[in-house]
């Protein structure tokens, strides 16, 4: 087996189209390199920008076999790039569905995000951390015409002592924009299925941190959902009773990462960007911003799960440390 190779500062290491940077504070990853390495210019398309619009798949639009080849490229490029930059991911997810079936707009919308991820030009940053805690943010986007959801999600390494006020965002570990394909009736409905996604995938990003540490680690859910927080509350749902037995489950899941769910302001919200896409207005190459939902005022709260699993461990005599550990 190869002997590992240690970075020194301003050291920097490429693989795959991947460069690794080793500065002061930590490491950079980043595709620079081959994102200059993309030929696409606005010149040649229709279009100059990304919009919203063009990702409405309610359009009706002439399926073009002719562009199977070239649209499957493109997404290839597209998904490529999503592993440093957690922005494309709503995008891709979005278009990847077309990639056996393009129309015209769909690969001019493919080709522009290229573009715009070449501007952009992202990277991802890791600082270190002695004494880590898991942090996920879950958001989701509901339509009514469909009656379905699109749920997202991403996780932190933090400092244990960070809240949410000055919590940093280097340490972005996993994201994920996933569509939500069950018929719902509500937001809420659609907040819980996304839960329950991130929550089943926390499992093996909690283990992996801890194996790397040698300890035990705190998780921590956010969310903008006050009637989410209500139903992780008290463990029903008054106005859809078909949707109890998730709740039950992911309350279960919950207890046995002993995580605590805790509310947070829309504007603070970071799992948005994987919900929607909408650029806020024409101006030169500024990045997207995604759009906001209305400011719900509510009393920030929090749900200890691992609180509750300790008090469940005390009334059944169990020993605390044997609790709430999955195999």
């Not at 190779?5 to 050291?11: D, F, N, P, Q, R």
């Not at 309610?58 to 562009?67: A, F, P, R, T, V």
């Not at 493919?110 to 004494?131: C, P, Q, T, Y």
Request: glycine letters at 6%.
């Amino acid at each position: 087996m190869d002997e590992p190779e240690i970075l020194s500062a301003g050291g920097e290491m490429g693989y795959t189209g991947l460069e690794v940077r080793k500065n002061e504070s930590g490491f950079e990853i980043s595709q620079e390199a081959y994102l200059k390495s993309i030929p696409v210019q606005t010149d040649d398309l229709p279009r100059k920008s990304l919009s919203s619009e063009m990702l409405n798949e309610e359009k009706e639009e002439e399926k073009e076999e002719d562009l199977v080849e070239v649209m499957m490229k493109v997404m290839g490029v597209l998904g490529w790039m999503c592993w440093t930059s957690a922005d494309l991911a709503f995008v891709f997810s979005e278009l990847s569905c077309y990639s056996s079936h393009p129309t015209g707009s769909k690969l001019v919308a493919a080709l522009l995000a290229l573009i715009r991820a070449r501007e952009k030009n992202n990277s991802l940053h890791f600082e270190g951390v002695i004494d880590p805690k898991l942090v996920l943010f879950v958001d989701t986007a509901y339509s009514l015409s469909c009656c379905e959801g699109r749920g997202g999600f991403e996780a932190y390494l933090v400092d244990k002592k960070e809240k949410i006020e000055g919590m940093r965002r280097t340490n972005l570990v996993v994201w994920k924009s996933k569509r939500i394909k069950r018929k719902l009736i509500s937001l809420t409905s659609a907040e819980l299925c996304a839960l329950v996604d991130s929550v089943k995938q926390s499992f093996q990003w909690k283990r992996l941190a801890e194996t790397l540490w040698m300890k035990l680690l705190e998780a921590e859910i956010y969310t903008d959902s006050a009637p989410l927080m209500e139903q992780l509350e008290s463990g029903y749902s008054k106005r859809e009773p078909r949707m109890d037995a998730l709740l039950k489950y992911v309350q279960q899941e919950l207890r046995a990462l002993k995580m605590r769910v805790l509310w947070v302001s829309t504007d603070r919200q970071r799992a948005n960007r994987y919900t929607k896409y909408k650029l806020e207005k024409e101006r030169g190459n500024q990045a997207p911003q995604v759009e906001a939902k209305k400011e719900v005022h509510v009393k920030r709260g929090m749900v200890d799960f691992a609180k509750t699993c300790r008090s469940k461990a005390k009334k059944r005599g169990d020993s605390p440390v044997n609790v709430g550990v999955r195999r």
